[in-house]
């Protein structure tokens, strides 16, 4: 069983930055974060490989956001620059129960963080 805390989040105006924070109880292969806005599907956003450090980014996101982790505090960052209001949405960090990530939001296949609302203005 892993547990996974979020923080961060909030409201920006377009073009602002912020900063998302996960904390495992428990070390992983892999985080992935996922981001869903209303009425849409849960869509994944990054991926950072916990040993060798790969990051993989979706492209609505890259160039933007950066997916960092600090191994000493088990704790992987989104950071978020040049928002749009597009990236309005509930972000999730997801840690597989396996030993892959999935791209596709399986809920069986992640324990998830409890969700963080990122709302950009224009």
């Known amino acids: 069983q892993v547990q996974l805390l979020e923080s961060g989040g909030g409201s920006v105006q377009a073009g602002g930055s912020l900063r998302l924070s996960c904390a495992a109880s428990g070390y992983t292969q892999c985080i992935r974060w996922f981001r869903q806005a209303p009425g849409k599907e849960r869509d994944w956003v990054a991926l950072?490989?916990?040993?060798?450090?790969?990051?993989y980014y979706a492209d609505s996101v890259k160039g933007r956001f950066t997916i960092t982790q600090d191994n000493a505090k088990n704790t992987v960052f989104l950071q978020m620059n040049s928002l749009k209001p597009e990236d309005t949405a509930v972000y999730y960090c997801?840690?597989?129960?396996?030993?892959?990530?999935?791209?596709?939001?399986?809920?069986?296949?992640?324990?998830w963080g409890q969700g963080a609302q990122v709302t950009v203005s224009s």
């Open positions: 950072i490989s916990r040993g060798g450090g790969s990051t």
């Open positions: 997801a840690a597989p129960r396996g030993s892959v990530c999935p791209s596709r939001p399986i809920d069986d296949a992640y324990y």
